[in-house]
């Protein structure tokens, strides 16, 4: 198991975001020493989705998206759920919190319906990721590889495609930022 211990790692999630795709690899973080912090543009709790059709568990909201600065987190953890990603991706506050935490090459592990959340902060083109088979369109007019994979390490970012790849996910989620705490596997890029 990664030794996580002090690594600090922001949440990014908004009400829709999809239950298993947020609390699974948390508490795989968690278990690794890892403190996870749940950002999102609301304050209070957040309310899960179970496959966009029912409603799951509510999460506490740690900090505002707006304002956070990407010097408090060592990585980015994005999770999917359809409405989740879709309000995520038009706020300007994660838009630019995604583009500094790029630019510093700090890790990004984003699964199923999150990579919109990339591909409306201007950071695809030229990089390789998976998604739910449905944003592949979106992901290749952006300038990215797309690819049907269970997971996608492209330098800094790990993308996965749906909730059963979750287990991967985390194992391959673990390793990178464990990596990157040795300084390895960073790719900075502008």
């Not at 199923?112 to 390789?128: I, N, Q, T």
């Not at 992901?139 to 993308?159: H, K, P, Q």
Request: charge should be negative; glycine fraction near 8%; hydrophobic fraction near 40%.
């Amino acid at each position: 198991m990664a030794d996580l211990q002090d690594f600090r790692v922001a949440a990014l999630a908004t009400d829709g975001f999809e239950e298993s795709e947020l609390l699974e690899p948390m508490k795989a973080l968690q278990d690794s020493g890892a403190q996870v912090f749940v950002l999102s543009p609301n304050q209070g709790e957040i309310q899960a989705a179970v496959h966009d059709t029912e409603k799951g568990s509510k999460v506490k909201v740690d900090r505002a998206i707006n304002g956070a600065s990407t010097r408090d987190y060592d990585a980015a953890l994005i999770p999917g759920g359809t409405v989740n990603a879709d309000r995520m991706r038009t706020e300007p506050g994660l838009q630019a919190f995604l583009q500094a935490m790029q630019k510093e090459g700090k890790p990004i592990a984003v699964i199923c319906h999150g990579p919109w959340e990339l591909v409306s902060a201007g950071l695809v083109k030229g990089r390789s990721l998976t998604s739910f088979h449905t944003l592949k369109d979106d992901i290749v007019n952006a300038g990215g590889n797309w690819r049907d994979e269970e997971t996608v390490v492209d330098g800094n970012w790990l993308s996965s495609r749906s909730p059963k790849d979750i287990p991967a996910f985390n194992k391959a989620m673990l390793d990178l930022f464990a990596s990157s705490r040795r300084g390895n596997g960073a790719r900075p890029q502008a």
